[in-house]
T-cell receptor
Framework: RKEVEQDPGPFNVPEGATVAFNCTYSNSASQSFFWYRQDCRKEPKLLMSVYSSGNEDGRFTAQLNRASQYISLLIRDSKLSDSATYLCVGISGGYNKLIFGAGTRLAVHP | NAGVTQTPKFQVLKTGQSMTLQCAQDMNHNSMYWYRQDPGMGLRLIYYSASEGTTDKGEVPNGYNVSRLNKREFSLRLESAAPSQTSVYFC????????????????FGEGSWLTVV
């Protein structure tokens, strides 16, 4: 089993829709979690950190469920500019060792 | 406002050739990393350098060598390229010595597309 697993998608949604991605993780990648965004042929960029209590940044909400070992990202009121691949990232016990999921692709259409 | 700069952006190599990917950061970060990204695999850590003068293997180090030339620069060398090394390579850096979870963001370069034929 991969340490961090994501549904590859693509998720095709209309503008204004609410979409949610889940990511599951194994114990080895369980220290801290992040969501990164990666545009086509670009580098990953940090979208938000994921805290146990959940956190919100504008239209984006991240939740961590340690009991079920999954992380979620909710995007409300989707924009065309949200079209990208969203990478779920955990940290292993090693030094700053980020464990990346393969990514979930989101396509928002008019 | 360069951040992390990688060169070259694109390269085609023949099997057995060698090459070096260059990376430099201007954020005075202590830690630097090399990742590769393959379809369906996610980014995987090749090597990292916690601080100037130190380097350590990551998840997939075979076939690669690295040099932390100074605090700014961290190069990745392929001594004898193989088709399995066809990938997108990302250099990255982070500020803190040891703790991304405390909020030290990791910053990526724009990537280097390498094809080995």
């Amino acid at each position: 089993r991969k340490e961090v697993e994501q549904d590859p998608g693509p998720f095709n949604v209309p503008e204004g829709a609410t979409v949610a991605f889940n990511c599951t993780y194994s114990n080895s990648a369980s220290q801290s979690f992040f969501w990164y965004r990666q545009d086509c042929r670009k580098e990953p960029k940090l979208l938000m950190s994921v805290y146990s209590s959940g956190n919100e940044d504008g239209r984006f909400t991240a939740q961590l469920n340690r009991a079920s070992q999954y992380i979620s990202l909710l995007i409300r009121d989707s924009k065309l500019s949200d079209s990208a691949t969203y990478l779920c990232v955990g940290i292993s016990g090693g030094y700053n060792k980020l464990i990346f999921g393969a990514g979930t692709r989101l396509a928002v259409h008019p | 406002n360069a951040g992390v700069t990688q060169t070259p952006k694109f390269q085609v190599l023949k099997t057995g050739q060698s090459m070096t990917l260059q990376c430099a950061q201007d954020m005075n970060h202590n830690s630097m990393y090399w990742y590769r990204q393959d379809p369906g695999m996610g980014l995987r850590l090749i090597y990292y350098s916690a601080s100037e003068g130190t380097t350590d293997k990551g998840e997939v180090p075979n076939g690669y060598n690295v040099s932390r030339l100074n605090k700014r620069e961290f190069s990745l060398r392929l001594e004898s390229a193989a088709p399995s090394q066809t990938s997108v390579y990302f250099c990255a850096s982070s500020e803190g010595v040891g703790d991304i979870s405390s909020g030290n963001t990791i910053y990526f370069g724009e990537g280097s597309w390498l094809t080995v034929v």
